[in-house]
């Protein structure tokens, strides 16, 4: 489902963007499970700061990361407003903490540009691509290198 | 899934029960069972991975299966006699088999070089074939009225009886609707006669109607196979065995086989006439009175005969006593075969159900219903059926230990044979159920105590010889359940543990002062901590040095403890307790820092609300706690963990003893104590990872999740961290 963005197919792919640290991002709708709102977490000794804790999602553990904070952006104040959008990545889910979910995107691959080179590491490493849809710039999040120990940065 | 490859699953499946049967079937004989059905048993139960691995066709593990079925039905048959050692090679030819199985499952083949050298070795006793039975004497050699001396002579001719003889058998095979119905294909069976010999096939289609009024899901066709082959009747039989009441099939042997004798039989009986008859020469003349010399019979023994293994009368068992004779178990219980993912599923919901229950009891207890009042009446009947239908499902996942039980004897073989010891593994209880969750971890320390207890504990028969006793050891795994908990022990008759040695050892280390006071049993404890390891070579066996201390801290990672006691001269026995499930955990509900945490309740020694003079500073930021005569290092759960950077004052809070493998005693240090409960253990590796200090998670009565501390890795922590004190290299009172 995380196909690279630059796929010469002209598959359309439907993708749900969502607001956080001012910024707009989405995620390929196929890897989200479900969207809800946000409760408070127990937090996790030992992890770096973007682990916001640990939520019950309806028995199991479900690990809490504020995007803001994942891609250096100022953390997210949670509020009522506040989403959790739950990801799959392989066999795992994560909650991801935003500030609002915005819209369902559906484009085709040529829409998408690959990321410019701005200076800032981190937040190019989480991006796959640019989306421009009317004058909005979307940027997708490729939720596969998120999580920490898969990206080898093990608390 | 593909559907064949659904079934090659069951397949796989069955064969690991049959090979289980297999398995035990030897080991009952090999202690000297005698009943004759075991035979059949084992027999059956190759037979059956043979028959199930050629409908997958997979060669290597047909073949192999074939001649180790050929040996086995031999022995069923009577012709090699069942002798300790032959006993010994059937169980490492299960080995073999089981390994080909293995290898089969992941898609590959078994060792060439092993199942080639055990091939061999069965056949040897394949072709041993039996000792030739004395022909029987003559019992009345009374001359008749012409006073002609008849010598009625039996000649026993094993080798035209048994041996290799063609002869054509016809085989008409009907299959009736049944068969296609069960999916046999009448195809294969007759391709499966084919494998015997040489086959004459005719298709007997009389019974087939018009075309108007042909019914495709009817059998209409039968065959008459024509087969030359030298194999037993029972042989042909078998490949129907699997569509029995499925067709009807006759097998008749014919009347005049077309080559009676073959070549090599020939020479044996003119060879037999001639030594007759030279016997008599000196006979009357006239009738030629066949009068055969026993002696010269006997000194003639049929050439064709393989003189190669002798074959010995039917062994006596040797040991004395079986441990668990295969009668005293249920053998028919009416099972259901279930995915265990689904139980797994039911449990997780029932786990749910649990939690849900306890919020809903919470919410309405928040709603000032009195305990008394008809909805608390009702939440408590609701909590009561829970717990029953948690228990009710925990038992279904409940396991007998026989399926960790059944690999340890070839482990225990593999081991005395890399160390020159003969071993005889006794194991009891094996019925004992313990949860789905334990079984997968127990067969680890397990099989570490099996090793131990044979490289460590058990002599060499010389050894055992010079200290008067039988040269071959004994080990005992028994499992039982005791308070809850599901015991272990691994025992073993040997020489015990040198104690002086390991105090030495221990000293030599730095693990203990050399002037500690130890009582035995601490002694013998010490060989549970890192980096002991008493084996003078370092061998590939027990490990290098990483035994029994890894043995110990997986053991405590599932919430159990291990011991060990030992009588110098007498042996030694591992006692291993683990909690009966892992899905549950009692635990003591603490808070700390605003978080609620749960300390499993095996760990902790007791609580206490210590009194600000027991409470020393030690260092800038360390603390010690006066507990009775003994200092115990003060452990601050929260800074620890970095919920928060000040220390509790102890005073202020709570004090947990808590026995860790790493620190020896300690004092962790909380807000408040909720109290005890049991909670539904929640892996956080499933969608997270691991996290330092913390063993799992639960959710409690509010829905929130709560972390499981992982003391030992707390303690551990709190070593690391840069201002510890000084820590006493081993708390000795543990």
Redesign the interface.
């Known amino acids: 489902m995380n196909q690279p963005a630059n796929i010469g197919a002209s598959e359309r792919r439907e993708l749900t963007s969502f607001w956080t640290g001012e910024q707009e991002y989405c995620v390929d709708i196929m890897s989200v499970r479900e969207i809800r709102g946000w409760s ?8 770096p700061n973007y ?1 916001r ?4 999602l ?6 809490i990361m504020d995007l803001a904070e994942r891609l250096d952006l100022p953390p997210t104040q949670p509020s009522e407003r506040s989403v959790i959008i739950v990801v799959q990545v392989g ?4 909650g991801l903490l935003v500030d609002a979910v915005s819209d369902i995107l559906s484009i085709t691959p040529d829409q998408i540009q690959p990321t410019p080179d701005v200076g800032c590491d981190q937040s190019k490493a989480f991006i796959r691509g640019l989306i421009t849809i009317d004058d909005r710039m979307v940027s997708e999040i490729a939720v596969e290198r998120l ?3 898969l990206e080898g940065l ?2 | 899934m593909d559907e064949l490859e659904e079934i090659k699953i069951t397949f796989f499946q069955e064969c690991d029960e049959l090979l289980g049967d297999l398995e035990s079937g030897l080991l009952s004989i090999d202690a000297g069972d005698t009943e004759p059905e075991l035979v059949n048993a084992v027999f059956r139960a190759v037979h059956s991975v043979k028959g199930g691995a050629g409908a997958f066709g997979l060669e290597a593990l047909v073949r192999f299966a074939h001649v180790f079925e050929t040996l086995l039905d031999n022995i069923r048959g009577g012709k090699t006699a069942l002798r300790p050692d032959l006993v010994k090679l059937l169980l490492r030819a299960a080995d073999v088999l089981a390994d080909h199985v293995a290898a089969a499952k992941l898609g590959g083949e078994g060792d060439a070089a092993s199942t080639t050298a055990m091939v061999e070795e069965l056949e040897t006793w394949i072709s041993g074939g039996p000792a030739p039975s004395p022909p029987a004497l003559p019992a009345d050699l009374q001359p008749n009225e012409d006073g002609i001396v008849f010598k009625p002579v039996t000649l026993t001719l094993p080798e035209v009886d048994e041996g290799p003889r063609e002869e054509v058998w016809t085989i008409t095979f009907q299959p009736m609707d049944e068969l296609y119905a069960k999916a046999n294909e009448a195809g294969l069976l007759i391709r499966e006669i084919e494998r015997l010999g040489k086959i004459d096939v005719e298709l007997l289609d009389d019974a087939l109607p018009i075309f108007d009024n042909l019914d495709p899901e009817t059998a209409h066709f039968a065959w008459k196979v024509r087969l030359r082959t030298d194999v037993p009747e029972e042989k042909i039989r078998e490949v129907f065995e699997f569509v029995e009441g499925h067709c009807s099939t006759t097998i008749v042997r014919e009347a005049s086989p077309p080559v009676l004798v073959e070549a090599d039989a020939g020479p044996d009986i003119a060879a037999i006439i001639a030594a007759a008859q030279a016997a008599n020469m000196e006979a009357e003349p006239a009738f030629t009175p066949l009068k055969v010399d026993v002696a010269a019979v006997e000194s003639q023994p049929p050439v064709a005969l393989a003189p190669a293994a002798p074959v010995a009368q039917v062994a006596q068992p040797t040991s004395p006593r079986s441990p668990q004779p295969p009668q005293g178990e249920k053998v028919n219980q009416a099972t259901i075969r279930v995915d265990p993912e689904r139980i797994d599923k039911l449990i ?2 029932v ?2 159900l649990v ?1 849900n229950q306890a919020m809903l009891a919470q919410r309405v207890a928040g709603h000032g219903f009195a305990a008394s009042s008809d909805v608390g009446r009702g939440l408590d009947e609701l909590e009561q059926l829970t717990r029953d239908i948690q228990d009710s499902v925990m038992a279904i996942r409940a396991q007998p230990v026989k399926s960790v039980f059944q690999r340890m004897p070839r482990l225990v073989r593999e081991i005395a044979g890399q160390t020159g010891k003969q071993v005889r593994l006794v194991t009891d209880g094996e019925n004992t159920e313990v949860d789905k969750t334990v079984i997968e971890r127990i067969s680890e320390p397990i099989t570490h105590m099996l090793r131990n207890a044979i490289d460590h504990g058990l002599e060499t028969p010389e050894e055992r010889v010079a200290a008067g006793k039988p040269t071959e050891g004994t080990v005992r795994l028994a499992a039982l359940h005791r308070g809850g908990r599901i015991v272990i022990e691994v025992g073993d008759d040997g020489k015990g543990i040198n104690r002086p040695r390991v105090r030495q050892i221990a000293i030599d280390r730095g693990l203990i002062a050399a002037d500690a006071q130890l009582t035995d049993e601490e002694v013998d404890n010490l060989i549970f901590l890192p980096g002991f390891s008493t084996a003078s070579t370092v061998s590939d066996i027990s490990g290098r040095g990483v035994g029994m201390d890894v043995v110990r801290k997986s053991v405590q990672g599932l919430g159990g403890r291990i011991s060990i006691s030992s009588r110098p001269g007498f042996g030694s026995t591992f006692t291993l307790s683990l909690p009966l499930t892992l899905a549950v955990l009692d635990g003591m509900v603490i808070d700390v820092a605003g ?2 945490l749960v300390v499993p309740l095996t760990a902790i020694v007791e609580s206490l609300r210590p009194a600000a003079a027991e409470v020393k500073k030690l260092g800038a930021q360390g603390g010690v706690l006066a507990v009775r005569d003994a200092y115990v290092p003060l452990v601050d759960i929260g800074r620890v ?3 928060q950077t000040t220390e509790i004052d102890p005073a202020e809070g709570v004090v947990l003893l808590v026995d860790s493998e790493v620190g020896g005693r300690a004092a962790l240090v909380a807000d408040s104590i909720h109290g005890q409960r049991q909670v539904v253990i ?3 590796e ?4 691991q ?4 063993a799992a ?1 639960t ?1 409690l009565g509010d ?5 499981i501390l992982d003391v030992d890795a707390l303690v551990a922590m709190r070593k690391r961290e840069p201002l510890r004190m000084p820590e006493p290299s081993i708390q000795a009172a543990e």
């Open positions: 408070a977490a127990t937090p996790l000794p030992q992890s682990m804790g640990v939520i019950n309806r028995g199991a553990v479900l690990p066999e795992r889910l994560v999580l920490p120990d093990a608390a | 997780d919901l786990g749910e939690i978080q609620t963990l970095g919920f929640k892996s956080l499933s969608n997270y990872q996290v330092p200090g913390i998670a959710i829905g929130r999740v709560a972390l």
